[in-house]
């Protein structure tokens, strides 16, 4: 008896290894804080036209007041959002 339940420890414990590092090898990692906030920087800074939507979803790991901030400073005023199945669009206008 006891050593059926150290067996099945033992196998559950192997089968979560096996699933954490298929997990790990497959899944795409996360872009951290830094690599986020430089990357919306660049998105504001290119953007062009009078109107433009921004998918939070993508930049998680930023702030929504943080991306505002971002976004002003390269001259877009933010308007609205709108959270979608898929994504939570934030729209900026040109500032005058």
Known sequence: MTSDIGYALFLGSMGLIIL?????????????????????????GAATGPALEFDWFRFGEVPKQDL????????WRFDS??????AWLLRFTRSA
């Open 20 to 44: 954490c590092a298929i997990v790990t090898m497959f899944l795409p990692r996360r872009r951290n804080d830094q690599d986020q906030r430089t990357a919306a920087t660049d998105f504001f």
């Open 68 to 75: 505002i901030k971002l976004a002003e400073r390269h001259g």
């Open 81 to 86: 959002d709108q959270i979608t199945e898929g």
